[in-house]
């Protein structure tokens, strides 16, 4: 796998970022061969900034960039909304959080009806553990083992505790159970479960997909207990699985629903817990006990409002799920190719993991996507895996491209492994 010394420019930005910013993650990016820094980038595509590199994005960022960077309709909404607007004042009532609530709302199954705003996808999550906390009086909250819901306070008492411990914030109120149990799910809930939180497909445990009947199960051992049901799209919504909402595959309403990331269209930052109707009371009699600055900043939700026009629009989610066929077709050429090291595809629409026979694989594999020219990332709590996440507006051409620079890097993978 190739190395090349760093240009001048880059060296001097790897130095101020170590010396100002994180030296741990400078370190790491130069340790791992891949010294990327963002130049330009428009559509699928990212430059280093050194501009002779250019990269298909299939990291997308988890969703940011489910739209591709800099798509021209949302720049031109951002652009036109700067023109007569500002962040707002979260304390009063503003047309734009109505509006964007109401959108959310229109294409929210059952009665996901009313919207409470944030900034970041774990404040969003902490906001839902909350709600699911008062309107039950309960403290518990169980979510499954290498799950990934932020790196806030509830959110991040929720997770891996990986992350948590250095943190020192375990709570016995926070347990969790292995994803697609549903068994281990009812053992582990009870009277004193306030939420159960899991996200659709966990995309840091690379891409499991639920597993027959899973979802309906949680729901039923939900609502039997009495405990709310928070499903985190950060990732597989706003049409990534080739539906609006993930869960919509899976045949069941939850009580609530977290979207972020791509909301935001990779350009303002809105995040949204989607609540039940009749879960809303909890802020009736003093709405001011959970208040956000920048939250569904009205700059921001004229953006989200556009990400939603966009991506819910029945053409846009056919092409998702005309692409999802290509690649489906395309793996499963490349897989027969390289039978001992591409060992599966998890796939929902463009929601998908490239499983690989060995943890050690997914590093190399990250690598050799970037010298093959595309960016695509191991899942952290299961190395083996790589997350494939395309943009949704790829098109068919790309992915074409796409699945050749795949090709080279499984043969460069493959080389290594054998010399
Ligand atoms: C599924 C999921 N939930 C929540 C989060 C947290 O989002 P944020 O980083 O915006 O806090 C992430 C971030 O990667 C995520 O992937």
Same mark, same amino acid.
């Given at each position: 796998?190739?190395? *090349?010394?760093?240009?001048?420019?880059k *060296?001097?930005?790897?130095?101020?970022?170590? %010396?100002?910013?994180?030296?741990?993650k400078?370190?790491?990016?130069?340790?791992?061969?891949?010294?990327?820094?963002?130049?330009?980038?428009?559509?699928p595509?990212?430059?280093d900034?050194?501009?002779?590199?250019?990269l298909i $994005?299939?990291?997308?960022?988890?969703?940011?960039?489910?739209l591709?960077?800099? #798509?021209?309709?949302?720049i031109?909404t951002?652009?036109e909304?700067?023109?007569?607007?500002?962040?707002?004042?979260? #304390?009063?009532?503003?047309m734009?959080?109505a509006?964007?609530?109401?959108?959310?709302?229109?294409v929210s199954p059952?009665? =996901?009806?009313?919207?409470?705003f944030?900034?970041?996808?774990? !404040?969003?999550i902490d906001?839902?553990?909350?709600?699911? %906390?008062k309107? /039950?009086?309960? @403290?518990?909250v169980?979510?499954?083992?290498?799950g990934y819901?932020? #790196?806030?306070?509830?959110?991040l008492?929720?997770?891996?505790p990986?992350?948590?411990?250095?943190?020192l914030?375990d709570?016995?109120d926070?347990?969790?159970?292995?994803?697609?149990d549903?068994?281990?799910?009812?053992?582990?809930v009870d009277k004193?479960?306030?939420?159960?939180?899991?996200?659709?497909?966990?995309a /840091?445990?690379?891409?499991p997909?639920p597993? !027959? $009947?899973?979802?309906? @199960?949680v729901?039923q051992?939900?609502?039997k207990n009495?405990t709310?049901?928070i499903?985190d799209?950060?990732?597989? +919504?706003?049409?990534?699985?080739?539906?609006?909402?993930?869960?919509?595959?899976? +045949?069941?309403?939850?009580?609530?629903?977290?979207?972020?990331?791509g909301?935001?269209?990779?350009?303002?930052?809105?995040?949204?817990?989607?609540?039940?109707?009749?879960?809303?009371?909890?802020?009736h $009699?003093?709405p001011?006990?959970h208040?956000?600055t920048?939250?569904?900043?009205?700059?921001?939700?004229?953006v989200? %409002?556009?990400?939603i !026009?966009?991506?819910?629009?029945p053409?846009f989610?056919?092409?998702?799920?005309? =692409?999802?066929?290509?690649?489906?077709g395309?793996?499963?050429?490349?897989?027969r190719?390289?039978?001992?090291?591409?060992?599966?595809?998890?796939q929902? +629409?463009?929601m998908c993991?490239?499983? /690989?026979?060995?943890?050690?694989?997914?590093?190399?594999?990250?690598?050799?996507?970037?010298?093959?020219? =595309?960016?695509?990332?191991?899942?952290?709590?299961?190395?083996?895996?790589l *997350?494939f996440?395309?943009?949704l507006?790829?098109?068919?051409?790309?992915?074409?491209?796409? =699945?050749?620079?795949l #090709?080279?890097?499984?043969?460069?993978?493959?080389n290594f492994?054998n010399a």
């Open positions: 796998m190739t190395s *090349q010394p760093l240009s001048a420019t *060296q001097a930005v790897f130095e101020r970022f170590s %010396r100002h910013v994180s030296s741990g400078a370190a790491f990016f130069l340790q791992t061969g891949i010294p990327l820094v963002f130049g330009k980038r428009e559509g595509y990212i430059w900034i050194d501009g002779d590199k250019r $994005d299939c990291h997308c960022n988890g969703g940011v960039y489910n591709g960077h800099r #798509h021209p309709e949302i031109s951002l652009v909304a700067a023109s007569r607007l500002d962040i707002g004042n979260h #304390h009063f009532v503003s734009e959080k509006a964007l609530a109401e959108a959310l709302a229109d059952g009665n =996901l009806e009313c919207v409470v944030g900034v970041s996808g774990g !404040e969003a906001t839902a553990i909350k709600i699911a %906390r309107a /039950t009086g309960r @403290k518990g169980i979510s499954a083992a290498g819901h932020g #790196h806030t306070g509830l959110a008492a929720a997770g891996d990986k992350f948590k411990a250095p943190f914030s709570s016995s926070f347990l969790q159970v292995p994803f697609n549903a068994a281990a799910l009812e053992a582990a004193n479960t306030a939420a159960v939180v899991l996200e659709t497909i966990p /840091t445990l690379g891409m997909m597993v !027959e $009947d899973y979802y309906r @199960k729901k051992c939900c609502e009495g709310l049901l499903i799209e950060v990732q597989a +919504g706003l049409g990534r699985t080739g539906r609006f909402w993930g869960i919509e595959h899976y +045949g069941i309403v939850p009580d609530m629903i977290v979207s972020a990331k909301l935001g269209g990779g350009i303002y930052p809105v995040t949204a817990t989607i609540i039940r109707k009749d879960l809303e009371f909890v802020f $009699d003093d001011f006990i208040v956000s920048t939250g569904g900043a009205d700059i921001g939700c004229v989200a %409002r556009k990400v !026009e966009i991506s819910a629009a053409s989610l056919e092409n998702v799920n005309q =692409l999802a066929g290509i690649f489906a395309g793996m499963a050429e490349i897989a190719e390289f039978p001992g090291l591409f060992t599966g595809f998890r929902n +629409g463009l993991g490239i499983q /690989t026979a060995d943890p050690g694989y997914g590093p190399l594999m990250s690598k050799a996507c970037y010298d093959a020219g =595309l960016l695509c990332i191991y899942a952290g709590n299961d190395p083996s895996v *997350q996440l395309p943009p507006i790829t098109e068919k051409e790309t992915a074409e491209e796409i =699945l050749t620079r #090709h080279e890097a499984f043969s460069i993978t493959q492994i």
